[in-house]
């Protein structure tokens, strides 16, 4: 399984803006900066964004983007649906092809995992994921800081 661009520059952008203080506009160029995401490629992940109420776009000299409600109240699962829809991982869910008359031997795995992923990624905000960082293990146990 792989994260789509997409997905992931819109997991970026969402966590840039959570690292401010609220109400905080940024240009999307400062964004795009920031996180090392191609401008045009930005600009439609912010639309998504948008579209989906998660952010909010100004026009203008002030203009930019800004969080459309608290980083506390915007899942990584809010923002990944946003640009990709719902997480299926199923073939017959997705429509591409169909089981036949009966569930196919393996629907009730991916059903399990997709579970899963969709609960882990619900369960993670912005605001916690853009919290102060903690000292990540090293590979022998012990402690290093992290660099942000």
Avoid: N
Wanted: glycine residues 6%; hydrophobic residues 35%; aromatic residues 4%.
């Amino acid at each position: 399984m792989k994260l789509s661009t997409q997905a992931d520059y819109a997991v970026r952008a969402v966590y840039e803006l959570s690292c401010r203080q609220p109400g905080t506009v940024l240009h999307t160029c400062d964004i795009a900066e920031r996180q090392r995401i191609p401008s045009a490629r930005l600009a439609k992940v912010v639309q998504d964004l948008a579209r989906a109420g998660l952010v909010r776009t100004q026009r203008g000299q002030q203009g930019g983007v800004m969080l459309a409600r608290p980083a506390a109240d915007i899942t990584v699962r809010d923002v990944y649906e946003a640009v990709e829809g719902p997480i299926l991982l199923c073939r017959c869910r997705q429509r591409v092809e169909r089981c036949g008359e009966d569930v196919c031997d393996t629907h009730e795995f991916w059903h399990g995992v997709e579970t899963l992923l969709t609960e882990e990624l619900q369960s993670m905000t912005f605001a916690a994921l853009a919290g102060p960082r903690r000292p990540a293990p090293d590979t022998h146990g012990r402690t290093q800081a992290t660099r942000r």
